[in-house]
């Protein structure tokens, strides 16, 4: 059922924590060189910026290829021939997948992984135009046009299965937000149709992931895993799930009317429920994806706390949420260090990975990639009203705005 | 055949020891289980909430509180960042040295973005240099280079790199016109000058491990100024050569160092410049989309070669 041996898949996690480990002195050059020998795969990889200018060239030829078809054939974009063409164009996407895999044994390559991606992509397309062309896209109530989200998302799972890309779980996951709008028009009925949903999928994970433990699948179950948690919390969170959060946060009218006082309420007790639990599981499993998906989930709740009160904003908020963030994190770091040999519970603030130090630089170079390309100022902020936004003149980044 | 069972298998073997065996295995199985790219994440994005909030508070309540108590509070939160950083930082070192505590780089991008707000405050506020602001730019950026180098932080070194550009773009605001063309000519200026000044510190073995944000940062302004001189109708023909250079250039730094992120920039950049030169006579759509599905075939042929060669990662 899977594209890749799990032997093979095995072998890679292994090389990359051999790698690791040399890279920070654990084991010796010629002990790396012996190790890598013995666990030496098929699979053909290569490194993060080709496999993103891979990935960018391939969705070009296919997109560029999609639309000469239709240029050339003359074909209408809604018409049932054109979505008969996309659908050949996503059988094609996806055979060229498989051979890519099976027959160069691309692995993160980039290529594949844009052939798979636009296969779904052409094939809704496809279903779209052939099942309802002439038609506006809208939900109706026979909810037959939930059929191309529906396979969607069942194309999607299966790439990500057969394949692993977590992104192709993400794109189930947006499928199935999709969904509830053909069912039901009550909003609250479609938040929790989306948490229901994602609360069977995570039940599924939780369940199969016990029997993976270490494993490379263990990683791979460890995202959709964050992702599912991430997802629940966005479909109960209404202040940062609906459909007009823009205007709410500036003063738009209140989402309270949009839902009945009690599922507002419940739904406010369960953005602070989480976070703890998501909190508690990530760090039991000792899992990095899962404690992060939770420490993001916290401070959303504290950030949308207020708009959910109806409290008022101040200036001083992210202030005293930034105050609270390093309180927390000095809090933690100290309290492992204070343990035997700086660990506590199995836990420890020390760096024991090269990869950490490589996120860090990497992390601390974009930052300046960034203000570096929006630093330049425009003519008239020289002049006595200048206005010193977004920390700009001192590259500062504070969203000062004097 | 998982992880822990090839260690096993290891240390049967005599390959490692069983230390390194109990160690590497402890290590796989998360134990003990490292939380610092954590922290450091929670540290990041809580200083710049703070200084977000920071900024927004003084701006917006600045007349309520009085210039005196604003400028005695963050002069008094800086010097606290600043005598904490000078006060616990090991002796300078031209290689490369490790932070002494998990706070003390934070603190110092902490002090950093205070500086900016204050200045920004105090100009905004008393216009004590009457609207010259490329000097407290300049000023800002040659603190921050100081900091910089005396402290060994990244981030304040962007913060410095972005300053140096931000004095650039006020230096062409000054002048009467044809901005667009200047701002370009600065841009390459910039690039060039933030080049060289990083090879010239990395040759003086002065802090050699910054050299690839200074190189990062120059490669992509050079880029982008390049591309926008390729872009214009007239005059192009020089932009468009020396766009070409510069990919070249890439290139021959990037793969023999297996620096893949200027590979990545070349293959990009050039193939956007080159594209809009070739595709600006074409009329058809026909032809347009044979081209991009023809070079992209090329273009994927020898990214998948450069990748065979050198790209490949584990």
Same mark, same amino acid.
């Given at each position: ?210 029997? $993976? ?171 006595? $009203? ?17 | ?15 490692? &020891? ?143 790199? &972005? ?59 050079? +880029? ?35 620096? +893949? ?28 989309? &044979? ?24």
């Amino acid at each position: 059922m899977r594209a890749y041996s799990a032997s093979s898949e095995e072998a890679l996690l292994t090389r990359t924590l051999l790698k690791d480990w040399a890279g920070e002195g654990f084991i010796t050059e010629s002990q790396h060189r012996r190790m890598e020998q013995e666990t030496a795969c098929e699979l053909r990889c290569t490194n993060i910026f080709l496999r993103i200018v891979l990935f960018l060239f391939t969705l070009v030829i296919l997109g560029a290829a999609a639309a000469l078809c239709f240029v050339v054939f003359r074909l209408q974009p809604a018409a049932q021939s054109a979505g008969i063409f996309l659908l050949i164009f996503a059988a094609v996407s996806y055979a060229t997948a498989e051979f890519a895999v099976s027959r160069a044994r691309l692995y993160r390559y980039g290529i594949e992984e844009a052939l798979a991606t636009c296969s779904v992509g052409f094939l809704c397309a496809g279903l779209q135009a052939v099942l309802f062309s002439g038609q506006r896209y809208s939900p109706k109530p026979d909810g037959t046009e939930l059929l191309v989200p529906a396979i969607g998302a069942i194309v999607s799972l299966w790439i990500w299965h057969r394949f692993g890309f977590p992104y192709a779980f993400l794109a189930a996951m947006i499928f199935v937000l999709l969904l509830p709008g053909y069912w039901t028009s009550s909003h609250s009925a479609q938040h929790l149709i989306v948490a229901a949903f994602y609360a069977a999928g995570l039940i599924i994970v939780a369940t199969v992931r016990s029997r $993976d433990r270490l494993t490379y699948l263990d990683y791979r179950y460890s995202i959709v895993e964050a992702l599912l948690w991430l997802g629940i919390y966005l479909a109960i969170n209404l202040h940062l799930s609906s459909a007009d959060l823009l205007k709410q946060w500036w003063g738009g009218p209140q989402i309270t009317a949009e839902f009945s006082r009690t599922f507002y309420w419940i739904t406010w007790v369960l953005i602070w429920c989480l976070p703890p639990v998501v909190l508690a599981r990530g760090l039991r499993r000792k899992d990095r994806r899962v404690i992060a998906v939770g420490a993001i989930m916290a401070i959303l709740t504290l950030v949308t706390n207020k708009p959910y009160l109806g409290g008022q904003r101040h200036t001083w908020d992210p202030m005293l949420l930034g105050a609270f963030l390093i309180g927390v994190a000095l809090f933690i770091r100290r309290w492992l260090a204070h343990g035997p040999g700086e660990i506590r519970h199995g836990f420890t603030a020390k760096r024991l990975s090269g990869k950490d130090k490589r996120w860090m630089n990497a992390g601390s170079a974009a930052v300046g990639l960034v203000s570096a390309n929006s630093i330049t100022l425009s003519p008239q902020t020289a002049s006595r $009203d200048f206005h010193f936004d977004g920390g700009d003149a001192g590259g500062g980044g504070a969203s000062s705005d004097f | 055949m998982t992880t822990l069972a090839r260690l096993e298998q290891w240390k049967e073997h005599g390959v490692i &020891s069983p230390e390194q065996h109990a160690l590497l295995a402890g290590l796989s199985r998360g134990e003990p289980f490292s939380l610092f790219l954590e922290l450091n994440i929670l540290l990041y994005a809580g200083i710049l909430a703070f200084v977000a909030g920071l900024g927004w508070t003084v701006s917006t309540w600045s007349q309520q509180l009085g210039d005196v108590l604003v400028v005695t509070v963050l002069s008094a939160m800086l010097a606290a960042c600043f005598w904490y950083c000078f006060s616990r930082a090991p002796a300078w070192s031209p290689s490369e040295v490790s932070s002494p505590s998990l706070v003390f780089d934070y603190l110092l991008y902490l002090g950093a973005l205070i500086w900016s707000v204050e200045l920004a405050y105090l100009e905004s506020r008393m216009h004590l240099l009457s609207g010259q602001w490329d000097l407290y730019v300049l000023t800002t950026a040659a603190l921050f280079f100081f900091l910089a180098y005396r402290f060994d932080n990244r981030f304040v070194l962007s913060l410095a790199l &972005s300053s140096l550009a931000g004095w650039f773009g006020l230096a062409i605001s000054h002048w009467p016109s044809h901005q667009e063309v200047a701002y370009r000519k600065y841009a390459i200026l910039y690039s060039l000058f933030v080049g060289i000044a990083g090879t010239l510190l990395q040759r003086r073995g002065l802090k050699p491990h910054f050299f690839g944000t200074y190189l990062n940062v120059a490669a992509n302004v050079l +880029f982008w100024a390049l591309l926008s001189g390729v872009f214009t109708r007239q005059h192009y023909v020089l932009w468009f050569l020396a766009l070409l250079a510069c990919c070249g250039a890439s290139l021959a730094w990037g793969l023999p160092r297996r620096e +893949f992120s200027f590979v990545a920039y070349a293959a990009v950049y050039g193939y956007v410049g080159v594209s809009s030169i070739l595709i600006r006579d074409i009329q058809t759509a026909t032809a347009l989309l &044979s081209y991009f599905v023809i070079t992209g075939i090329a273009m994927l042929a020898m990214l998948v070669q450069i990748a065979r060669r050198f790209g490949r990662e584990v």
